[in-house]
């Protein structure tokens, strides 16, 4: 069951129904999507994904949270097992207004803090495009370190960075927030 988390200014909390129309938004916002998979999607297709958001909390596959501060829906976020890196991945974008404040940073923190102490995960892992240099530049902030990376059919790389848990108690990973709802 996926828990809420909060932060010092997030919660991440399990969609509800009523988040539909902010995640359309999201999903198929151009520049928040513009590193992210095959970008930004039509309406169709974002009402669609969230839809099958409710299947993944009934049969507890993985972890997926709306991301909110101050009530606001304002992101999204995953920790979530994948065949392409063979490990739990990190995934989260946040709308345009939160950028440039330290929130990713916040959020990933305490997803990163949830796979290690709740899951019990050794790594977290992290796919970004090698143009993001906003997401590179915070994942480095907080102890992620290359691992490898892939190339993609459209000739971009795709950075994969990876968190261990053995030098998160070493300083590479900042104290963790552990207000878990």
């Known amino acids: 069951m996926t828990p809420t988390i909060r932060t010092e200014r997030l919660l991440l909390e399990p ?10 938004v999201l999903v ?13 999607l039509s ?8 839809l099958r958001v409710f299947p993944v909390y009934e049969e507890n596959r993985f972890d ?28 989260y974008v946040l709308a345009e207004p939160a950028w440039g404040r330290g929130l990713g ?13 709740t899951l019990g995960l050794d790594r977290v892992y992290a796919t970004v495009h090698e143009d993001n240099a906003a997401s590179l530049h915070t994942l480095g902030k907080i102890g992620f370190v290359h691992d490898r990376d892939m190339s993609n059919e459209d000739g971009h790389v795709t950075r994969v960075l990876v968190a261990h848990r ?16």
Do not use: C, M
């Open 64 to 91: 997926v949270w709306a991301v909110r501060e101050d009530g606001r829906h304002i992101g999204h976020a995953e920790i979530k097992p994948s065949k392409t890196i063979e490990g739990h991945e990190l995934v």
């Open 28 to 40: 198929g916002d151009e520049a928040v999507n513009r590193y992210v998979g095959d970008g930004a």
């Open 166 to 181: 053995d030098r998160a108690g070493e300083g590479t990973l900042p104290p963790r927030d552990r207000h878990h709802g």
């Open 105 to 117: 940073t916040e959020l990933a923190t305490a997803i990163v803090a949830y796979g290690f102490d």
């Open 43 to 50: 309406e169709q297709d974002a009402r669609a994904l969230f």
């Open 15 to 24: 969609y509800d129904h009523g988040d539909e129309e902010t995640f359309v």
